[in-house]
């Protein structure tokens, strides 16, 4: 099987499995939404409807109920309001009250679920709504009566899923970051993955935001009301850095377009609710445009690539994702007009697959990046490797003559080993080679500590000490000659060892390049060479 066919198999199981993982996280999306929104099905909470509806002259609502024929069992009302304000009475005393906004940071008190106790001497009880903007003037409210407690529990548990789907984003976000961080040098990541690990956070904590868990464990309602509004607004930028630089778009002027237009709605929109002349709730619409804008732009980007047939991985996946993220949207923007509470559904579950199919092909790029790294080290090491005595060869030497320009204090080491040819005459080319390899390993034994040691031809060594001053080259040489009077005393081979060894020290006086050291250490080695052979 060709290379070719190989990579068509790889990218066809690599798309199946993408397929699967969607499906799969798809069945269970719809198993969820199937079996939620239970919780008003249990044994005491009910939903009721008031038996009147007063409007007042300042805009208000007042609501009246009816609870004389509920027992001690129910001990409270529950509505959720987003951005009202509420009061509840009970015979004209007031028994609940919330009406805390955020001060110079808004006129809103929030979104929360209402919490009115009642008991069983109560017959009727009247809850006045006054909505805080226009735009939220004519949301339509649901009434619960129960059990305060498993009310409570009921929208804890329904909640949770969704809230640890956010969490779980968050986290993924968290530590795409940190990933980035950490290893960008290392494996010169792209800045691709930091712009996901932005968006990923935004969408994951405005996410988080909207739950009712989060609604109902956070205290400083008013403030909690105005963090899904920043990270809607900065979610669009990274929205747009990320997907640009991923999918290689060439049109840069509606990415300029986009992120100036991003920058100037967050200017804006703050500088008009800090003056309350238009606050974020009432400047939602620009937001959630700005939003779909940036996604049909993208899913644009990606069918315009389909078309012209330019299918990456990353196009099939930002298809896939893309499609999911799309419809999760308007799906949710609609829900969010025609309901109250936690509305999103499907889409933080949407972007979940969205989010680990990304961060599982950039991952997966990054890892091939470092083995593609790892494999180039490996033929750079091979290609300057002795294969027989594991010393650095000629071509590594020529390349350190090349570059090698600190001369001050750098000593030659040259060795030559005495006899190899009449090792080869006596018991063949096999023994030749184990001659060589055994005088490679003393001599690198020996020196290799302070410098590179090189195999420069059939049967010559080379050391070169960089800033050798404080190296004792003699003493070093002489413990080079005992190992190899060692190794002939104790038999191990049926050859004598014999080695001679020259060294040469920079001197400016003398020498002009690293070759001039180098060709000082060769004749010296020459001169021990012909003591030996006299001695002989």
């Excluded at 996280?25 to 009721?48: A, D, F, K, N, P």
């Excluded at 690539?305 to 609609?334: S, W």
């Excluded at 979940?352 to 033929?379: P, T």
């Excluded at 060692?486 to 070759?515: C, P, Q, V, W």
Aim: charged share 20%.
């Amino acid at each position: 099987m060709n290379k070719k066919s190989v990579s068509q198999k790889q990218r066809l199981i690599e798309s199946i499995n993408l397929i699967a993982l969607t499906l799969l996280i798809c069945g269970l999306i719809i198993c969820y939404v199937h079996t939620s929104g239970q919780y008003q099905h249990q044994y005491l909470t009910r939903e009721i409807t008031p038996y009147a509806v007063t409007d007042l002259t300042d805009g208000s609502k007042e609501y009246f109920f009816n609870i004389s024929g509920y027992d001690h069992r129910y001990t409270g009302l529950m509505v959720y309001t987003s951005h009202q304000l509420v009061e509840g009475y009970n015979m004209g005393h007031r028994i609940y009250q919330f009406n805390k906004t955020g001060g110079i940071w808004g006129s809103t008190p929030g979104s929360t679920y209402n919490f009115i106790e009642i008991n069983e001497s109560m017959t009727n009880v009247a809850i006045v709504v006054t909505p805080v903007y226009d735009v939220v003037a004519d949301q339509s409210l649901t009434f619960y009566i129960g059990s305060t407690f498993e009310m409570y529990d009921g929208l804890i548990s329904e909640s949770m899923p969704r809230f640890m789907i956010s969490l779980l984003i968050i986290i993924i976000g968290v530590f795409l970051f940190f990933y980035y961080q950490f290893m960008h040098t290392k494996q010169n990541l792209s800045k691709e993955i930091r712009y996901l690990s932005f968006f990923t956070i935004m969408a994951g904590v405005w996410s988080l935001n909207e739950t009712d868990v989060t609604t109902l464990i956070v205290i400083d309602k008013a403030f909690n009301s105005l963090i899904p509004y920043f990270t809607l607004m900065l979610v669009v930028p990274a929205f747009v850095l990320f997907f640009d630089s991923y999918l290689n778009f060439t049109n840069k002027i509606f990415k300029r377009i986009m992120l100036i237009a991003s920058m100037v709605e967050v200017v804006t929109c703050t500088i008009l609710h800090l003056t309350k002349i238009a606050e974020f709730r009432e400047t939602l619409w620009v937001m959630q445009l700005m939003l779909i804008i940036a996604a049909i732009y993208m899913f644009a980007g990606v069918l315009s690539q389909i078309i012209r047939r330019k299918i990456t991985r990353q196009t099939q996946i930002c298809a896939i994702g893309l499609t999911l993220f799309l419809v999760a949207v308007l799906v949710d923007i609609r829900q969010y007009y025609i309901a109250l509470g936690d509305t999103d559904r499907i889409g933080r579950f949407a972007f979940l697959i969205f989010v680990i199919l990304l961060s599982w092909d950039m991952i997966k790029d990054a890892n091939e990046i470092i083995e593609k790294g790892r494999r180039a080290k490996q033929l750079e090491i091979f290609a300057l490797t002795d294969s027989m005595t594991g010393l650095f060869n000629r071509n590594a030497f020529e390349s350190h003559a090349e570059t090698e320009s600190e001369l001050k204090g750098l000593i030659a080491v040259v060795a030559d080993a005495n006899g190899l040819k009449a090792c080869n005459d006596t018991y063949g080319h096999e023994a030749g080679d184990e001659y060589i390899t055994t005088v490679a390993e003393i001599f690198s034994s020996v020196f290799s500590k302070y410098g590179n040691c090189y195999r420069t031809g059939g049967d010559e060594f080379c050391c070169i000490i960089p800033n050798g001053n404080q190296v004792n080259v003699d003493r070093l040489k002489r413990l080079v000659m005992t190992k190899i009077y060692t190794a002939n005393m104790d038999g191990e081979h049926r050859f004598s060892l014999g080695m001679a060894i020259g060294s040469a020290k920079y001197d400016a006086s003398i020498d002009t390049d690293f070759r001039a050291i180098v060709k000082r250490a060769d004749s010296d080695m020459y001169e021990n060479k012909k003591k030996f052979k006299q001695s002989v």
